[in-house]
């Protein structure tokens, strides 16, 4: 096992991954740039070292300046978090190159499941089904037209490298197709460095519906049973939960079974998300894997009983995994909502600030992620999730009225958060019934 592991991330993911080394007795490096000089959680860790400007790209992507970090704090090995440079294979394997191991996928399966398009193959070829759409990248307008009359509209284009819901545009004619691909282009090619789109058919109001994955070194694969995701504003998720409420048993066992036979043919290791989009007939088409641990990892820790980020570091320091598919029974119904600086009702914008009042919600079933306290400074230059709010019930209905509870007792001022688009989600009897799909907040706060 490590000695010493340093995390490549800040705030909220930082902090997870800090106590997951202390509960395995593993000593903890800290990075942070000049934005987060002071942070509490910085505080937490071993040692903390400052990698560079506010500025993301002169710190905590920048490749050199983590390696050197790494390397005066004498670390074995690199746990890169969520976002950042958490699926960029060439960190990857210049982490490999410095003789330190990387906590994720090996460098080839990264390689493979970061171009979707690849991945679409590899599910194909594997019996997975797939969203229907063009066998590879569009190469120029008139290709498009002609496959998206064959598919017929809507019909949706995304960027080959996308993440995040960038280079994504919906099509319902020739006129938007081609002004969608022009934009769609453009944003891949300045958040990717790589403008290649395809074509999906646009599913109309799918279900978001993935399935948590672990994988040894030593050939063994195991699921860790979905979690439904379908509440997102402009494809990015705002609230999470396990089991998929109404998803037949047939079918979850099947989308489970199809994630396993595509991380087995990825050659996979370590965690892993496959998604899905489930249509209003229950079909499901995968979408695209997530190569590293996700934001809503905890939903899965609460119903399974077991620390990803343990398992993560345990599988790369070559472990084998200590229990089989057989003894993975998830229990009860655990739900998240992430607490964004953002104003929801003006349109998610962002909202960062100091933190002058932080009354967090606590008892029964009730697991509260975050790196805030008050008196925190949430910086402008990063992502603005500040908690992840959880609740484990044993079922979905106590599992609601205990995420109630917990909203109205917790209390922040100095920043505008998601909170009071939480409560209101939560009291919308077409959420509390579970027909929920992508297109919900959107079509309930359309102003949002
Ligand atoms: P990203 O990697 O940018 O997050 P994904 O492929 O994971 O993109 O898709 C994100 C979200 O976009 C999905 O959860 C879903 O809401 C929507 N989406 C993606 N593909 C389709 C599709 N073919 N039809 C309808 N919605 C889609």
Redesign the pocket.
Known sequence: MFQRILVANRGEVALRVIRACKDLGIEVVAVFSEADRGAPYLGLADEAICIGPPSAAESYLKIPRLISAAEIANVQAIHPGYGFLSENPHFAEVCRACKIEFIGPPVEAMRLLGN?NEARKLAQKVGVPV?PGSEGLITDEKQALALAHAMSYPV?I?AAA?????G?RVARNDISLQAGLKAARQEAESAFKDGSVYL????EQ?R?VEVQILADHHGKVVHLFERD?SL?RR?QKLVEESPAPGLPAKVREEICQAAVRLIKAADYANAGTC?F?VDRDHKFYF??VNARIQVEHPVTELVTGLDLVREQIRIAAGEKLRFGQEHIRPRGCAIECRINAEDPFADFRPSPGRITRWEPPGGPGVRLDTHAVAGYTVPPNYDSLVAKLLVHQPTRDEAIACMRRALREFRVEGIRTTIPLHEEIFKHSAFVDGQVD?TFIERHWSKG
């Open positions: 979707k969203v949706l995304k996308g993440g995040g819901g960038r994504m999906e058919k646009y599913i799918p978001h995701c997102q494809h998604e989009l979408i695209e992508t």
